[in-house]
Nanobody, 126 residues
Framework: QVQLEESGGGSVQAGGSLRLSCAAS????????IGWFRQSPGKEREGVAT???????RYTDSVKGRFTISQDNAKNTLYLEMNSLKPEDTGAYYC????????????????????WGQGTQVTVSS
């Protein structure tokens, strides 16, 4: 069983950057599908980016070209580099891990992920 803890959230102006970190413990994060999700008030939690052990990366369309998901196996840590931030990127960001489902990649479906961090808030002002 893996435990996840996010850090790195904060408040920035539009156009700014943040890097979120997710430290994993209890198991190696490389054993799981891993990803970042976000949730804004009144909205469903959505998958932002996923990382599979084969190196395949998946992003939601609204963050392509601006966000980068990566993993440091030595540190057992997942990252989300966020550039050119927009007010609509505001929300609570969660890292998550789940078993591989046999699709050949990690989907951005929250139902595929059973382990969640507590979340870190990102606020982007215009």
């Amino acid at each position: 069983q893996v435990q996840l803890e996010e850090s790195g959230g904060g408040s920035v102006q539009a156009g700014g950057s943040l890097r979120l970190s997710c430290a994993a413990s209890g198991d190696t994060v490389n054993s799981y599908c891993i990803g970042w999700f976000r949730q804004s008030p009144g909205k469903e939690r959505e998958g932002v980016a996923t990382f599979s052990r084969g190196g395949e990366l998946r992003y939601t369309d609204s963050v392509k070209g601006r966000f980068t998901i990566s993993q440091d196996n030595a540190k057992n840590t997942l990252y989300l580099e966020m550039n050119s931030l927009k007010p609509e990127d505001t929300g609570a960001y969660y890292c998550a891990a789940g078993p591989y489902k046999g699709y050949g990649y990690c989907r951005r479906e929250k139902s595929d992920f059973g382990y969640w961090g507590q979340g870190t808030q990102v606020t982007v002002s215009s």
